[in-house]
């Protein structure tokens, strides 16, 4: 389980200065639309490994929760909903999606369907067929999960003994059948000394990498993963080691200083060019967004009624007078998420401290390295 759903760059081509005009105009109108170019499905809240900072917390182990879930033809059903609507970038991940037997049967509908398809998964439960599955429909990519770089820390915090064997054969065997491979990571308390050995295999492999040190709340408002937090000091740290990732943060900074204030609440793509979809059919905004009034149950209507009435209205929430973080200058370097704080403080307008504390760390990194 990924600790972070993160929306999709909308570009239809590959970034590159010919076509990076059109890449602007086109995300533009795809915005000034409110087309949902991107989603989320999370297939099923069922999960093989334990986690201890999974945000699902025992929802990965309900057995009733599990046949609540939707059936193979009624997410194929949303799937061609979706991709009428206007989607392009589909996101599937759960729990763990590989853990559903009708997996290859909803990944191919989508495909057939034109979707660019990116998997998140934990690696552990990559068979022949799974691997012949993405060798004749090729995902956009597969991230797989590593939280530590010996048997005794992944298995620590996946709490499932021959776990960390199997991810790393599944990982093997990806890039073996040459599938696009991207290798992720939670940093925290528990896998803290083997961070760097996770990253140096990345690089051993030959493919991306990348990790989040926010690890945030249980969905049921349980606050225990919050106590697996690195301090805000050593994640910034970790993170600028890499001067290519120093270099990113920089552009984005630079790229985000361009854009205006505005009132609303929520300055990101979710319910504008972004949604979720839930194991049980729930439409909303994002994975973070709490509020009842901004989900929609797609089993009793269309997916376009709860985009266009009810998913739309997140766009009408505005900050309050007393919030002043979408003035911050810092804001696009912190991962400002009204709905993070919401998990963390009981609401969307009292900050993360965390979160902060970060923003604040990366702009002084910016400011102060000349090599960046």
């Not at 012949?132 to 597969?142: I, Q, Y």
């Amino acid at each position: 389980m990924d600790c972070r759903h993160t929306t999709p760059t909308l570009y239809p081509l590959s970034s590159t200065r010919d076509n990076q005009e059109y890449l602007q105009e086109f995300n533009k109108k795809v915005a000034r639309h409110r087309i949902p170019i991107s989603g989320t499905i999370d297939l099923t809240y069922a999960c093989n490994l334990k986690c201890r900072h999974c945000y699902l917390g025992d929802q990965t182990g309900n057995r009733e929760n599990r046949g609540k879930e939707l059936g193979t033809t009624q997410w194929q059903t949303i799937i061609d909903e979706i991709t009428e609507a206007g989607c392009l970038y589909l996101l599937i991940t759960g729990g763990e999606p590989l853990s559903r037997k009708d997996f290859k049967q909803i990944y191919c509908h989508a495909k057939t369907r034109g979707l660019l398809i990116t998997v998140f998964t934990n690696g552990t439960l990559i068979t022949e067929d799974i691997l012949d599955l993405f060798a004749e429909f090729t995902p956009k990519a597969v991230e797989v999960s590593l939280y530590g770089a010996t048997t005794e820390t992944y298995e620590r915090i996946t709490g499932v003994p021959g776990s960390y064997e199997k991810c790393l054969t599944g990982i093997r065997k990806l890039i073996d059948h040459q599938i696009n491979v991207k290798l992720k990571t939670i940093l925290m308390s528990l896998n803290r000394e083997e961070f760097f050995a996770v990253e140096n295999l990345a690089k051993e492999w030959g493919i991306k990498f990348r990790f989040d040190a926010a690890v945030f709340p249980g969905l049921n408002g349980d606050k225990t993963p919050i106590k697996l937090r690195v301090t805000a000091e050593e994640a910034i740290e970790n993170e600028f080691s890499d001067l290519h990732r120093a270099q990113e943060w920089k552009n984005f900074f630079a790229r985000m200083q361009k854009l205006p204030v505005r009132d609303t609440l929520y300055p990101c793509g979710a319910g504008k060019t972004h949604f979720h979809i839930d194991p049980y059919g729930s439409l909303q905004p994002c994975l973070m967004v709490k509020d009842p009034n901004l989900k929609y149950n797609l089993i009793g209507g269309s997916f376009l009624t709860g985009w266009n009435e009810v998913v739309s209205r997140i766009r009408e929430k505005k900050v309050g007078i007393n919030f002043t973080c979408h003035r911050c200058e810092k804001k696009s370097l912190c991962g400002f998420c009204p709905g993070f704080f919401e998990l963390e403080n009981g609401t969307e307008e009292v900050y993360s401290r965390y979160l902060c504390t970060m923003g604040h760390l990366r702009f002084e990194k910016i400011m102060k390295n000349d090599k960046i």
